[in-house]
């Protein structure tokens, strides 16, 4: 697991890879060191909305891992390596860690009794 904390200076639109799978790219300003740094990263699956309320050139931090593949050419048979870097979690700075479900976000108002009869 790794962290990185930029601003958010694009957000790209959801793309619907396959049947099966749709990504989203977005991209992180880095002004730590003397040269700031964009980098990009790919959120996949239920994860694509995890950016929706962000804004633009706002302070984000953002957790991922480091994903690599190896593929082949059919033509030519030449083989590539391919690194991703791949968000799990996108978090406004100064936003605390809340994961509520899409489908429990209705419930997350509710009191709850927490007295046990026992």
Same mark, same amino acid.
């Given at each position: 697991m790794f962290t990185l904390k930029?601003?958010?200076?694009?957000?790209g639109?959801?793309?619907?890879?396959?049947?099966?799978?749709?990504?989203?790219?977005?991209?992180?300003q880095d002004n730590d060191d003397q040269y700031p740094q964009v980098i990009s990263f790919q959120l996949t699956q239920d994860?694509?909305?995890?950016?929706? =309320? *962000?804004v633009l050139n706002e302070e984000v931090t953002?957790?991922?891992?480091?994903?690599?593949?190896e593929?082949? &050419?059919p033509?030519?048979?030449?083989t590539k390596y391919f690194? =991703? *870097?791949?968000?799990w979690k996108v978090l406004k700075d100064g936003q605390e860690q809340i994961n509520i479900?899409?489908? &429990?976000?209705?419930?997350?108002?509710?009191?709850?009794?927490?007295d046990l009869p026992f």
């Open positions: 930029g601003k958010l200076i694009v957000k639109e959801e793309q619907q890879i396959s049947e099966k799978f749709k990504k989203r790219e977005f991209i992180i994860k694509c909305s995890l950016i929706d =309320t *962000l953002v957790y991922f891992n480091v994903r690599g593949r593929w082949t &050419s033509k030519d048979g030449q690194n =991703t *870097l791949e968000a479900p899409k489908a &429990s976000k209705a419930m997350a108002n509710v009191e709850v009794d927490d």
